[in-house]
């Protein structure tokens, strides 16, 4: 190796201010072009269709953005934050899925879930809470933290609700009008502080005794559904019962209603009958009376088995009664 061809370092060090010096004249072009590329990309900016953008000018609220390309002052002037005012957001309570970065941990929301009816049960609630941006501008600059202020109202609201029923009610009968009564007040809650949340839902979604008193719980439940159905029971006797004897009540009273007016009818017709009878007889006794005595007969005669004419001459029947034949000697 020729060691006097090898260069020193002094001829590396002057090699390099040449080649730098050379190149020195495109750097101010160089610099330009990347603050004009940096620029354009702080210029140009997009909203999403389910999006409005709020414009700050050195930090403060200027315009809103709709949809679509727009363009702003880069450099930190302008700031655009997109705000999806269409998009339903969910929240959850109670339960094992909080969202990462909640400050609700698994331990927080179990304690959550423990609520006290207004029968000084305890159950553990779950449910949850959909909501939008109805306001974007009182949610980035009213409110410091939109979703810890909807949580910490939601879980105060379901807490009151639970406790003005009773346990059966929470459980069974009430769960939609609690639905809708806590909607109602955390709303309300919302817009008295300005929020810009416009809630949507609010839903309870399982509601169960905790699992240290579960089977009590249950034993307390089956009782009472053995009772429901002897009551049940009870009445579906009664109402097979009561309806019957009413019926026949109602029967016999209407039978004897028709006896005693069929009877006052026949008893007022017969009078009528007598005191017509009673005017003729006196205009004519002797030919009403005959037509009394005919009448009778016609009457009786038909009824009568055996029919015997009697001379009124002869002085007994005897002669005239087959009493060898009816019976006498034969018996």
Do not use: C
């Not at 807490?159 to 459980?171: A, H, I, K, S, W």
């Not at 839902?201 to 249950?218: E, G, M, R």
């Not at 055996?306 to 087959?322: G, M, T, V």
């Amino acid at each position: 190796m020729d060691w006097q061809n090898v260069p020193s370092p002094e001829d590396i060090i002057d090699a390099g201010k040449k080649k730098f010096f050379g190149y020195s004249k495109y750097l101010p072009w160089i610099i330009l072009g990347l603050f004009v590329v940096i620029g354009l990309r702080g210029v140009i900016y997009s909203i999403g269709p389910d999006e409005v953008g709020v414009m700050q000018r050195f930090g403060r609220y200027t315009d809103l953005s709709a949809p679509g390309l727009h363009a702003k002052i880069p450099f930190g002037v302008d700031k655009v934050t997109p705000i999806k005012v269409e998009k339903i957001f969910k929240e959850e309570f109670g339960g094992l899925s909080s969202s990462v970065g909640s400050r609700h941990s698994y331990g927080s929301d179990l304690e959550q879930s423990l609520m006290l009816t207004g029968d000084l049960n305890i159950l553990d609630v779950r449910w949850i809470v959909q909501f939008k941006i109805k306001d974007p501008i009182k949610l980035l600059f009213v409110v410091r933290n939109p979703r810890n202020v909807i949580r910490d109202v939601s879980e105060i609201v379901m807490r009151r609700f639970v406790g003005d029923y009773t346990v059966d009610e929470v459980l069974t009968i009430k769960r939609e009008e609690i639905d809708h009564l806590a909607q109602v007040e955390m709303q309300r809650i919302l817009d008295d502080y300005q929020t810009g949340v416009q809630v949507i839902t609010v839903k309870l979604l399982d509601v169960n005794p905790p699992d240290k008193v579960k089977p009590a719980f249950n034993e307390v439940n089956e009782a009472k559904q053995e009772k429901e159905k002897m009551i049940n029971q009870a009445w579906e006797a009664y109402n097979k019962a009561i309806p019957k004897a009413k019926g026949e009540a109602e029967r016999t009273i209407r039978e004897a209603e028709g006896y005693s007016l069929d009877k006052i009818n026949r008893a007022k017709g017969e009078s009528e009958r007598f005191l017509v009878t009673l005017g003729e007889y006196k205009k004519a006794p002797e030919i009403t009376r005959k037509r009394l005595y005919l009448e009778t007969l016609a009457e009786v005669l038909p009824k009568a088995k055996e029919k015997y004419i009697i001379d009124p001459r002869q002085s007994s029947i005897l002669p005239l009664l087959d009493l060898g034949r009816k019976g006498g000697l034969q018996q």
